[in-house]
């Protein structure tokens, strides 16, 4: 999931990494297995995103039980999202 670069501006530049001169991506993305290190916790029994308040616009298009979760979710080995519909 890369990004403008300047949507890093606010991001820790631990968390980023530079994929050339206009693109980045979140550190630990760029990879066959990705895992991105702004995450702690444990995949599939909690997550929570350190830097959730300035994520990049990648991170912002993903919404829970939509295609790219789901996507993401089997990845991982994890079942869909029972997401609540009111």
């Not at 999931?1 to 693109?23: I, V």
């Not at 990879?31 to 929570?48: D, E, M, N, R, Y």
């Not at 295609?67 to 869909?80: N, Q, S, V, Y």
Request: aromatic content about 4%; proline content about 8%.
């Amino acid at each position: 999931m890369s990004f403008y670069w300047s949507e890093a501006g606010t991001l820790p530049a631990a968390k980023t990494e530079r994929l050339g001169p206009l693109m980045a991506c979140m550190a630990g993305t760029n990879s066959a297995t990705p895992h991105c290190t702004a995450l702690t916790g444990v995949v599939g029994q909690q997550v929570q995103c350190i830097v959730y308040d300035q994520r990049p616009s990648p991170c912002r298009e993903v919404e829970p039980g939509d295609d790219k979760c789901i996507r993401a979710r089997a990845r991982h080995g994890l079942a869909p999202l029972a997401v609540a519909t009111t």
